[in-house]
C-alpha cells in the first residue's frame, strides 16, 4: 500500500494544522481513519484560510442586505451589485500576505491572479484593479526588499494581463515588518443575464479542467495562510505561486466567449487549495457529488502524488462543469485559445466525492463536511479587553504643547515628506491606469478611482481605504471610519455608494486581545454600512499575521480591516475632482472644525506619542456630509472637493494645490490649536472651492443638509499662506511632497 493510501495518524494531522479534536471529529464524519491523501484533503478545506471556523460567528453578523444586491455575501465567487441598464458590477478583495512576506513578486503576482479570476468566473470582464499595501520600518533594509517586490509583481502581472490600476493605498509601520500585508481588489461588469454560478449540478454533466498544467507550486497553500510567519517560514517557499499573466489573459477570453455559449452549467476558479476547494465548494453548493480522475489532470511535472494535484495552487485555472452533450463547444473554445480543457470527470447522485487514478479510488471524502456553512467547524472564541485600551482612552491633549504658528511650517515641510503623507508616485508610475482601457478611465485626480461604464453614461467609482492606526487605537470607531472615509472618498467624486468587500487581517485568533480586535472591528464595520446603506458583499480573513519569536514571544500587526468600496455616478460628465481649478475661487471646509490630534501621523511619528483614541468621528454627521457634497456636485456648484484624512487638513490642501500648482491662501480659527487645525485627522470633513457668484445658493444647500460650512480663504496663483505667513511655494512643496517615499527608503 502506497504511503498516501494508509491510514492517516494524529500525528501528521497535527503537523498539517489540525487538532487532536478535529481528527477525532473527522474520523466521526467518515466512519473510519481517513487516509494520508484523505486528511491532505482535510486539512485544507478546514484549514482557517478556507473554512473561517474562527470567524464566521461574527461575519454572519455583517449586513447583507440591500437595494441594489444581486448575488450576496458567501453565495458566489464575488459579490455582484446592480448598477442599473442590465449591468453589474462584480468586485472582492482578497489577501496574499504569507505569500509575499517569503517571495514579495510572485506573492502579489498571484494575489493579482487570483482576484481577477474570481471576477472572470462569473462572467464580468475586469475593467479595474485596485491594492492596499502595508510594509515595515522604512529604514529597515527588508522594507525597501518587500516594496520593491510586491509593486514590482502587482506592476507586471496587472500590465500583461491588461487590467488598470486605478486606486489604492500604500501605509508603512514597524509593526508589518515580517508581515506585510498584500490586498488586491478587483471590480468587473458584467449583464445580469450572464451571470456564472460557481454551484455543479445534474449527475452524469461532465466535469473539465481548464486552463494551464498542474506543477507542485502552491501545495499546502491554504494552510500555510493559516499559521504564524517564523524564523523557519521561508522552508515554507514552495507553498508561493507562481504566476503567468499572459496565460490568464488567454483564460479570461475563453472563459467570457464560453459564458455567451449555454454550455456552462457552472464554473469556480482554482484557488487556495486548488482542486480539492473547487470541486468541494461546487459539489456542496449545488448539494451533489463528483467522481474526478486525477490521472486525467494535465501535469507540469512527472510523478506527481494524488495528494500534490489535489493540493496543487498552480495558477490560471479553472473547474467547469458542462452541460452533457455540449462538450465539444468548449473543447472547440479552449482550443482556439490554446489552453487545455481537459474531460477530468462527472457530476454523480449523492453527496460524496471521489478521486481516481488509474481506476483505483484514492479518496473518497462528503463535500458538505469540508465546506464553509456544512460540517467544517465554527468556533466561538473567546476575547478580552487589553489593558492599554482603557489607557489610551485617558490621553490628555493638553500634555502635547503647541507649537507657534512659524513652528508649523517647518512641521508641515517634513511632514509631508513622511512615507505615509508624501506621495506614493513611485508606486503608481509602474502600475498602468490606462492598459486596455481604451480611454475607460477618467485620469482626472479624484478621492476615489472612476471608470466608465461603456454603452452608458454612468461611472463606477471605486476606492480602497483603511487607516490601521485608528482601528489600533479603538477597533470598533477605527473600522466604522474605514468604511466613512471609503463612503467619503466615493462621495467625493459625485457618486453614490453602493456596497464594500472587505479584507480582514489580524493576528492571531486564539490571542484573547486579537479576537477582541476582531470582533470590534466587525462591530464597526456594522454600524457604518447600515448608516450608509452599503451592505457587505464578501471578502476575506486573514488571520497569524503575527510574527514568532524563537523566544515565543509573538507581535502582531496592526488590525487592518481594509474597506474596499463600489459607488455609481449616474452621469460621469459630472464627476468631480480635487485640484484647485482657478485663482480666485473661494476654499470651504464642510464639516465640523475640529483640532483633534488623537492617532494622527503627526503625533504619532513626527511626536512619537503613539497611545491616543482614534480620532474625532460622528457617524450621523457622516452621513449629512455625505449626502451633501453629493447634492452640491449634482448641483454643480463646487468646482473641487477632496476629503480631509491622513496628514489633516494642510496635506488636503497641498494635495488640491499640485496638479495644476495653485496656491492657497487661508485663515485658521483662533479658538483652535494650530497644529490641530492644521495636521490633525478628526473626521467627517470635506474642502471645497467654488466661484464667489454661487455663494448663497451653496449655503443653501449646507443649511438643509444640515453641514457647517466655513470660509477658510482663496486660491492663489502658487503661494501658500497661513494667517499671512507664507509656508512656501507650491512648486517647492511639491518637491518634497513628490521625493519623500523615494528619500526615505532610497528607492
Known amino acids: 500500500m502506497k504511503a498516501s493510501q494508509k491510514p492517516a495518524t494524529l500525528e501528521q494531522a497535527q503537523e498539517m494544522g489540525l487538532t487532536a479534536e478535529e481528527f477525532a471529529q473527522i474520523k466521526e464524519i467518515m466512519g473510519r481513519t481517513p487516509n494520508f491523501t484523505e486528511m491532505c484533503i482535510y486539512s485544507v478545506m478546514w484549514s482557517e484560510h478556507c473554512s473561517y471556523k474562527n470567524s464566521i460567528k461574527w461575519l454572519k453578523t455583517l449586513p447583507k442586505e440591500g437595494d441594489h444586491m444581486l448575488v450576496k455575501a458567501g453565495e458566489e465567487n464575488a459579490g455582484i451589485v446592480d448598477i442599473g441598464d442590465g449591468l453589474g458590477c462584480a468586485f472582492k478583495i482578497e489577501s496574499h500576505n504569507h505569500p509575499s512576506a517569503i517571495e514579495p513578486y510572485q506573492g502579489a503576482a498571484t494575489g493579482v491572479g487570483g482576484i481577477n479570476r474570481d471576477i472572470f468566473t462569473m462572467g464580468a470582464r475586469p475593467i479595474a484593479q485596485l491594492n492596499s499595501l502595508r510594509f515595515g520600518d522604512p529604514d529597515n533594509p527588508k522594507t525597501k526588499w518587500h516594496l520593491e517586490g510586491v509593486v514590482k509583481g502587482i506592476g507586471d502581472y496587472g500590465n500583461s494581463f491588461g487590467i488598470p490600476v486605478v486606486g489604492g493605498e500604500v501605509f508603512f509601520d514597524e509593526c508589518y515588518q515580517v508581515n506585510p500585508l498584500v490586498n488586491a481588489m478587483s471590480a468587473g461588469i458584467l449583464n445580469v443575464d450572464e451571470i456564472i454560478s460557481a454551484t455543479a449540478k445534474g449527475p452524469g454533466n461532465p466535469v473539465y479542467i481548464v486552463g494551464s498544467d498542474t506543477g507542485k507550486d502552491g501545495i499546502q497553500g491554504a494552510s500555510f495562510a493559516s499559521k504564524d510567519i517564523t524564523e523557519d517560514s521561508a522552508d515554507d517557499l514552495p507553498s508561493v505561486q507562481v504566476g503567468d499573466p499572459f496565460q490568464e489573459k488567454l483564460l479570461l477570453e475563453a472563459t467570457l466567449e464560453l459564458a455567451k455559449t449555454d454550455a456552462v452549467v457552472g464554473m469556480q476558479d482554482m484557488g487556495a487549495a486548488g482542486i480539492t476547494c473547487s470541486t468541494s465548494e461546487m459539489s456542496a453548493a449545488g448539494e451533489v457529488g463528483m467522481d474526478i480522475h486525477l490521472d486525467r489532470v494535465p501535469l507540469r511535472q512527472a510523478d506527481m502524488e494524488p495528494f500534490e494535484i489535489l493540493l496543487s495552487e498552480s495558477q490560471e485555472r479553472m473547474l467547469v462543469v458542462v452541460e452533457k452533450g455540449k462538450e465539444q463547444i468548449v473543447e472547440d473554445i479552449f482550443a482556439k485559445w490554446d489552453l487545455h480543457a481537459e474531460h477530468i470527470g462527472e457530476i454523480t447522485e449523492g453527496d460524496d466525492i471521489r478521486f481516481f487514478v488509474n481506476g483505483e479510488i484514492v479518496a473518497e471524502v462528503a463535500a458538505s463536511p469540508l465546506v464553509l456553512g456544512g460540517g467544517a467547524p465554527q468556533y466561538t472564541r473567546e476575547y478580552e479587553e487589553p489593558a492599554w485600551f482603557a489607557e489610551n482612552m485617558v490621553f490628555d491633549p493638553s ?24 506621495s506614493k508616485k513611485w508606486v503608481w508610475e509602474q502600475y498602468d491606469s490606462m492598459v486596455g482601457t481604451l480611454n475607460r478611465t477618467t485620469n482626472r485626480p479624484s478621492d ?17 481605504d483603511c487607516n490601521a492606526r485608528y482601528v489600533q487605537a479603538d477597533p470598533e470607531t477605527g473600522t466604522a471610519i474605514a468604511v466613512a472615509e471609503a463612503a467619503r472618498n466615493i462621495s467625493c467624486t459625485g457618486a453614490t455608494p453602493s456596497a464594500i468587500t472587505n479584507c480582514l487581517n489580524f493576528g492571531n485568533p486564539h490571542n484573547k486581545e486579537v479576537y477582541w480586535q476582531f470582533v470590534g472591528a466587525i462591530k464597526g464595520m456594522s454600524r457604518s454600512c447600515e448608516k450608509f446603506n452599503t451592505p457587505v458583499t464578501g471578502g476575506n480573513v486573514s488571520f497569524y499575521n503575527q510574527t514568532v519569536n524563537p523566544d515565543g514571544s509573538a507581535k502582531s500587526v496592526f488590525p487592518t480591516p481594509t474597506i474596499g468600496m463600489v459607488g455609481v455616478i449616474e452621469d460621469r460628465e459630472k464627476h468631480m475632482s480635487l485640484e484647485f481649478k482657478k485663482k480666485g475661487d473661494l476654499i470651504f471646509h464642510l464639516g465640523e472644525m475640529s483640532d483633534c490630534i488623537n492617532a494622527s501621523e503627526y503625533l504619532a511619528n513626527m511626536l512619537g506619542e503613539k497611545n491616543t483614541p482614534a480620532p474625532k468621528f460622528n457617524l450621523d454627521a457622516e452621513a449629512k456630509l455625505h449626502k451633501c457634497i453629493r447634492s452640491l456636485i449634482a448641483m454643480k456648484l463646487v468646482s473641487s472637493a477632496h476629503d480631509v484624512s491622513d496628514g489633516g487638513l494642510f496635506t488636503a490642501l497641498l494635495e488640491m494645490s499640485i496638479p495644476n500648482q495653485l496656491g492657497f491662501d487661508i485663515v485658521s480659527d483662533d479658538e483652535l490649536r494650530i497644529d490641530g487645525f492644521l495636521f490633525g485627522e478628526a473626521q467627517g470633513r470635506i474642502v471645497v472651492t467654488i466661484d464667489e ?31 499671512d505667513v507664507p509656508f512656501g511655494f507650491c512648486e517647492e512643496l511639491t518637491a518634497y511632497y513628490n521625493n519623500g517615499l523615494e528619500e526615505a527608503l532610497d528607492l
Do not use: M, W
Open 448 to 464: 476615489a478611482g472612476v471608470v466608465a461604464v461603456r454603452g452608458t453614461k454612468k461611472g463606477l467609482a471605486l476606492t480602497v
Open 399 to 422: 500634555s502635547i504643547e503647541v507649537p507657534s504658528l512659524k513652528d508649523c511650517v517647518n512641521i508641515a515641510h517634513d511632514l509631508i515628506c513622511q512615507p505615509n503623507i508624501a
Open 693 to 723: 457668484a454661487d455663494c448663497d445658493e451653496f449655503y443653501e444647500i449646507c443649511e438643509a443638509n444640515d453641514v457647517p460650512a466655513v470660509l477658510l480663504g482663496h486660491v492663489t496663483k502658487g503661494k501658500l499662506v497661513v494667517d
